[in-house]
């Protein structure tokens, strides 16, 4: 009888798939002026650098903005 028959053995991958058709330059989008003020807005509040308050006044107007940028884009 055979030994190790039923082991199952890793494929390893002897070359990285080059990106030759530059496919993730195209899919990763960056980020939108509103997308970015979000961003900066949610990290500046976990840091402690603004209040609540000042959190609750600044982000619903930035929301806005960019669910009409979403809406016009999906026209």
Do not use: Y
Request: proline letters at 4%; a positive charge; charged letters at 40%.
């Amino acid at each position: 009888m055979r030994r190790d028959r039923n082991k199952i053995e890793p494929a390893l991958t002897t070359k990285r798939k080059t990106d030759s058709a530059k496919w993730r330059d195209r899919t990763f989008k960056s980020l939108t002026h509103n997308q970015e003020r979000i961003k900066s807005l949610c990290e500046a509040f976990k840091a402690g650098s603004i209040t609540k308050h000042e959190f609750e006044q600044e982000l619903p107007p930035v929301l806005n903005l960019r669910d009409r940028e979403k809406r016009k884009a999906n026209l």
